[in-house]
């Protein structure tokens, strides 16, 4: 099935470091997800973006649906050392039935030793 | 508190062996799904069920097979034709309905061959 361009695929974090990391679908998507998922846990819903525009925030973090409606981006600011973790994107393609979601390959986001 | 129970957190499983995995929400969702997660990967779909007693194949169901007798309970059997079972495995459960229903995890199961 279709993947996701999610990037970066890692990085790392200095405490109080902004971070940035996007997803890009070569097709039309009506609403895009982005969760974190904790080592051994399941992914946990952060943002929900349902318009093209759409800028939502939850605390800390900002994401943005973009204008394209094929790509997405989601901010962090200020990290702080829990923000570790992995980060996928995810959405719904327009030309897709029912309730599909189409994942990226997650950003994986480590301290800076 | 609502949510999505997957059990057991652990799983071994012997050469030839079928083990089954449970998936059990209480959110009162119509539609659940299996992924598989490989170290390092995203996630693949498995099967998914937008309502009780029917059920579809995702990108990778050779060697599962799933059943859905009741709308809170989605179990995944990993049978003995799957050569590669050692994943981590994610069930999810959703709104059914419109296109735009986000899908909620549980923790997960991790299979390990012995």
């Known amino acids: 099935g279709q993947q996701l361009n999610q990037s970066p695929q890692s990085m790392f974090i200095q405490e109080g470091e902004d971070v940035s990391m996007n997803c890009t679908s070569s097709s039309i998507f009506n609403t895009w997800l982005w969760y974190k998922q904790d080592p051994g846990e399941g992914p946990v819903l952060l943002i929900a973006l349902y318009k093209a525009g759409e800028l939502t925030s939850n605390g800390r973090l900002t994401a943005q649906f973009g204008i394209t409606r094929k790509d997405s981006f989601l901010n962090i600011s200020a990290s702080i050392p829990s923000d570790v973790g992995i980060y996928f994107c995810a959405g719904h393609d327009r030309g897709n039935a029912g309730n599909m979601l189409t994942f990226g390959g997650g950003t994986r986001l480590m301290v800076k030793p | 508190d609502g949510g999505i129970t997957q059990s057991p957190k652990y799983l071994f499983r012997k050469e030839g062996q079928n083990v089954t995995l449970s998936c059990e929400q209480n959110l009162n969702h119509d539609a659940m799904y299996w992924y598989r997660q490989d170290p390092g990967q995203g996630l693949r779909l498995i099967y998914y069920?937008?309502?009780?007693?029917?059920?579809q194949k995702g990108d990778i169901a050779e060697g599962y097979s799933v059943s859905r007798e009741k709308k809170e309970s989605f179990p995944l059997t990993v049978t003995s034709a799957q050569k590669n079972p050692t994943a981590f495995y994610l069930c999810?459960?959703?709104?059914?309905?419109?296109?735009?229903?986000?899908?909620?995890f549980g923790d997960g199961t991790r299979l390990s061959i012995l």
């Open positions: 069920s937008q309502i009780v007693n029917d059920f």
């Open positions: 999810a459960s959703s709104k059914a309905g419109t296109s735009n229903q986000p899908q909620h």
